[in-house]
T-cell receptor, first 113, second 113 residues
Framework: DGGITQSPKYLFRKEGQNVTLSCEQN?????MYWYRQDPGQGLRLIYY???????QKGDIAEGYSVSREKKESFPLTVTSAQKNPTAFYLC????????????FGPGTRLTVT | GQQLNQSPQSMFIQEGEDVSMNCTSSSIFNTWLWYKQDPGEGPVLLIA?????ELTSNGRLTAQFGITRKDSFLNISASIPSDVGIYFC?????????????FGKGTHLIIQP
C-alpha cells in the first residue's frame, strides 16, 4: 500500500532535549511538508522540501530543523530552542508540478514536560 | 501570511440534516481543497477544486470554488454519524503546491442522535 508513515504515534520528552520525528513516504512524491497543529487551530507550516538536499522554512520554522537526504524521508527535529514544542505534528507530501493535493500521514503527538 | 476565515467554528446538528460551511479569504487562491480530520488522525482529502465557479461532488459532499477565487463552500447532505470530525479548507496559489497550503482553522461537526 502506498502512503505516508509517521512514527512514533506518541512521543514524550523532557524539556531541554532534542527529539526527531520520522516521516517516510512511498508515493514517489517530490515535495514533503511538516505542519504543526494546536487545539482549535489550523495547520501551520514548519518546513517544506521540493527536492532532495533542499528545503525551505515555512511560517514557524524557529526551533525546528529538517533534512532531506532521501526522496522518501523527511525527518523533523524539535530542538530545545522551541519554546512550546507540545503539539500534534503532521507530515504531508505531494507531486510537484501536478497538483496542490497534499496527502497526510497519521501524525505524531509530542508532549514535552 | 495569508489567512482563511472558516465558518462556522462548530456545528451541532441532528442526524439526517444537511450541513453547510464556508471559507473566505482576502487573497485570491488558484485552488481550494477540503479535508476531513478524525480525532488523533491526519487530514484526509475530500474534494479538490481548480477552477473558479467549479462545482464538484463526492458522494453526499458538494463543494464550490467561488467566482471571485476568494471563497469556497462545502455542503454535506443527509448527515450520518461518521461525518463527525473537523473539516478544513485549504487554499493554494503557488505553482504545483510546492510552497504549501494555507489552512482555515476548521469547522467542528458534531451530530446529535
Amino acid at each position: 500500500d502506498g502512503g505516508i508513515t509517521q512514527s512514533p504515534k506518541y512521543l514524550f520528552r523532557k524539556e531541554g532535549q532534542n527529539v526527531t520525528l520520522s516521516c517516510e513516504q512511498n508515493l514517489n512524491h517530490d515535495a514533503m511538508y511538516w505542519y504543526r497543529q494546536d487545539p482549535g487551530q489550523g495547520l501551520r507550516l514548519i518546513y517544506y522540501s521540493q527536492i532532495v538536499n533542499d528545503f525551505q522554512k515555512g511560517d514557524i520554522a524557529e526551533g525546528y530543523s529538517v533534512s532531506r537526504e532521501k526522496k522518501e524521508s523527511f525527518p523533523l527535529t524539535v530542538t530545545s530552542a522551541q519554546k512550546n514544542p507540545t503539539a500534534f505534528y503532521l507530515c504531508a507530501s505531494t507531486q510537484t508540478g501536478e497538483s496542490y493535493e497534499q496527502y497526510f500521514g497519521p501524525g505524531t503527538r509530542l508532549t514535552v514536560t | 501570511g495569508q489567512q482563511l476565515n472558516q465558518s462556522p467554528q462548530s456545528m451541532f446538528i441532528q442526524e439526517g440534516e444537511d450541513v453547510s460551511m464556508n471559507c473566505t479569504s482576502s487573497s485570491i487562491f488558484n485552488t481550494w481543497l477540503w479535508y476531513k480530520q478524525d480525532p488523533g488522525e491526519g487530514p484526509v482529502l475530500l474534494i479538490a477544486l481548480y477552477k473558479a465557479g467549479e462545482l464538484t461532488s463526492n458522494g453526499r459532499l458538494t463543494a464550490q470554488f467561488g467566482i471571485t477565487r476568494k471563497d469556497s463552500f462545502l455542503n454535506i447532505s443527509a448527515s450520518i454519524p461518521s461525518d463527525v470530525g473537523i473539516y478544513f479548507c485549504a487554499g493554494g496559489n503557488s505553482g504545483g503546491g510546492a510552497d504549501g497550503l494555507t489552512f482555515g482553522k476548521g469547522t467542528h461537526l458534531i451530530i446529535q442522535p
